[in-house]
């Protein structure tokens, strides 16, 4: 179980990695956009993002 915690964080630090790799100044844009938006939008989305999370989750363990 642990092998399969570790290979989700390796994956995890590869995708969050290939965008500021390979286009730095567009990240850095969309960052900055980012930090722009009212905290009940980030708020917002990130609870979104969560809860597909958790539906993927669900579907792929059970």
Same mark, same amino acid.
């Given at each position: 179980?642990?092998?399969?915690?570790?290979? /989700?964080? /390796?994956?995890?630090?590869?995708?969050?990695?290939?965008?500021?790799?390979?286009?730095?100044?567009?990240?850095?844009?969309?960052?900055?956009?980012? /930090?722009?938006?009212?905290?009940?939008?980030?708020?917002?989305?990130?609870?979104?993002?969560?809860?597909?999370?958790?539906?993927?989750?669900?579907?792929?363990?059970?």
């Amino acid at each position: 179980m642990l092998d399969v915690l570790f290979t /989700a964080m /390796a994956l995890l630090l590869i995708f969050e990695g290939i965008g500021p790799m390979l286009f730095p100044n567009k990240w850095q844009q969309f960052i900055t956009q980012l /930090a722009q938006q009212p905290s009940s939008q980030l708020r917002t989305m990130g609870g979104v993002l969560v809860t597909i999370g958790i539906v993927s989750l669900y579907y792929l363990l059970w």
